[in-house]
């Protein structure tokens, strides 16, 4: 009858933690939305508004490991190289290549084929 109640202790225990929410990674707030935006119209209004939503989500982040997505950083930084902001874009791409060093051989391959 012991086994049977610390069993049962066991399985609420573990049926209640598995209830909890979990934080997710990262958070990308609505990049979506202004990212499928930029594609569709690609004007000055929705670059715009990808370049807010960008930095928004640059000084925001809330997701568990507490830095920017994967990629956020690249695309940033080569929307601002097309703007011709140099300085600014070469900056997040190094910060994507600090944070996320696989993706070294692409983000040198950008430069490249900016210079």
Known sequence: MKTFRIL????????????????????????????????????EASTQSLIEAYEKIIKTQKGSRGVVPPGIYADYGFLLLQANK????QQMLAKEVELYPESKVFIDRILQLMQ
């Open 86 to 89: 140099t300085t600014e874009g």
């Open 8 to 43: 049962a202790l066991v399985i609420t225990l573990t049926m209640a933690a598995s209830c909890t929410t979990q934080l997710p990674l990262y958070t990308w707030d609505n990049y979506e939305a202004k990212s499928y935006e930029y594609l569709k119209n690609s004007d």
